[in-house]
């Protein structure tokens, strides 16, 4: 065998794994990032995703297209198409960050303090000493709802949780392991350190009380019925000097949501398609937001109305059980410097475009959705049939640790459904890295799946 006709067959044999920008069309993919990168930097809550992406449908929906809120942190998209069943792409708009305590407000050492909750996966020490932004709702007693968003524009005020100094910190920090080193409890967020005039005790707490009833119109007591979060306040750049690369807060997992709802609207589909966006993920996908809640069976009861066929309980079975499904989410590409955590086989990379994920979970693939080999193989089908770039991708070694997905909440309905995103490196920090060739991948593997059979 000659060493061109060994090439041909390697070619033609094996499962090719490779980066994807050689034959990518850059101006595309570049034109796709920057209004990518404004959603993501407008969007640090559930809430204000959800409120982005109706205002969005507003101007781009078409006329059979409908959308189901709930509670102003899930949406629905909902486009109504022939035969029974749809073609679902979930998503979820919440991401790990600082959230306040319910009475936050305290003062030590003549410093104005707010306690926190942390929401989600962290390493907590990547959250000290960085810039914080106040993002959330305040319902004051008599129901009225303020809005809260504090520290993003330039003119704005900035927040901070405060680390202890190298100089004193080696037996409180250094000597310990870093889960130990850094306490939730010691997360406090400095908020102010001008004392009123004439007060004594507290005086600096005092100020900032009056601040707020200027400014909002609060109380102290207000705080107990808000949801208040500390988000970095960081804008999206492009990284490296080639701007392959976006870092941006959030990118798990409101890039799917994004990729979903371009390729809502972009897509010419024949079947009913639908982009759900759910909160609560980062903590298990439960309460009434979670993907573990009833609000999709709403939708589907929604749709059956609309189609004029009685939403009971046979049909509303039968509809999910006809559906199929793609779980947007993330997954952690290998980062150079961490590669052991990884087996290089199964790992997803960053610029090798959009990932498959049969199973999630960990050890002996325990809480997994495990997505059978005729759904995967349609998928594959689908994306190669719409020159989609993907890779398959297994979320590190077996038994290095794991993680989940909404994916085994959303099947069982006994819907088919696959894990299928961008892969990010440092997944679950302030400031987290995405490709904008994946990103672009991720929209053409959702419009491709809308547009299938
Ligand atoms: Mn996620
Ligand atoms: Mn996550």
Redesign the pocket.
């Known amino acids: 065998m000659t060493k061109e006709e060994a090439k041909e067959l390697k070619d033609k044999l094996g499962y090719k794994n490779d980066n994807g920008w050689l034959k990518a069309d850059k101006d595309s993919v570049f034109e796709f990032a920057e209004s990518y990168k404004s959603f993501i930097g407008q969007c640090k809550t559930e809430r204000e995703t959800v409120k982005f992406v109706k205002e969005e449908f507003e101007k781009r929906s078409k006329k059979d297209d409908f959308f189901v809120v709930n509670r102003g942190k899930c949406i629905a998209l909902v486009r109504l198409g022939d035969g029974f069943g749809m073609k679902l792409i979930a998503s979820?708009i919440d991401a790990p960050r600082i959230d306040l305590k319910q009475s936050p407000l305290f003062e030590d050492t003549e410093l104005a303090l707010f306690h926190t909750h942390y929401y989600g996966g962290i390493k907590k020490y990547q959250w000290f000493n960085i810039p914080l932004a106040i993002h959330g709702v305040i319902v004051k007693s008599n129901g009225e709802v303020v809005d809260v968003c504090i520290g993003e524009d330039d003119n704005d005020p900035t927040f901070v949780i405060p680390d202890l100094l190298p100089h004193l910190s080696h037996k409180v920090q250094d000597d310990k392991k870093v889960k130990e080193a850094f306490e939730a409890e010691k997360m406090n967020l400095i908020v102010g350190s001008i004392p009123l005039d004439e007060e004594e005790k507290d005086a600096v707490k005092l100020n900032v009380l009056k601040i707020l009833n200027e400014k909002y119109g609060i109380v102290e007591e207000d705080f107990i019925s808000a949801e208040i979060t500390l988000v970095p306040a960081l804008k999206p750049k492009d990284l490296g000097f080639d701007r392959g690369l976006i870092a941006a807060y959030g990118h798990?997992?409101r890039i799917c949501a994004f990729c979903s709802k371009e390729a809502f609207f972009d897509a010419d589909s024949k079947k009913t398609i639908v982009a759900l966006m759910v909160d609560k993920?980062e903590i298990g996908s439960d309460g009434n937001t979670g993907a573990k809640s009833r609000f999709l069976l709403d939708v589907v009861i929604e749709i059956l109305k609309r189609k004029g066929i009685s939403p009971d309980f046979i049909n509303v079975g039968e509809f999910l059980k006809s559906s199929e499904v793609l779980s947007a989410?993330?997954n952690g590409a290998v980062n150079p410097m961490y590669k052991d955590v990884h087996e290089k086989d199964n790992a997803s990379y960053i610029n090798h475009g959009v990932v498959l994920t049969k199973f999630t979970g960990h050890g002996g693939k325990y809480m997994a959705n495990d997505a059978s080999a005729e759904f995967v193989g349609k998928i594959r089908r689908i994306f190669n049939d719409a020159n989609v770039k993907w890779q398959i991708g297994e979320l590190g070694k077996v038994d290095e640790g794991g993680g989940g997905?909404i994916a085994k909440y959303l099947a069982v309905w006994n819907m088919d459904v696959v894990d299928c995103g961008p892969s990010l490196i440092s997944m679950h920090s302030p400031y987290e890295i995405a490709s904008k060739l994946d990103l672009f991948e991720t929209y053409k593997a959702y419009k491709a799946f809308y547009e299938s059979d």
């Open positions: 979820h798990d997992d993920e989410d993330v997905t």
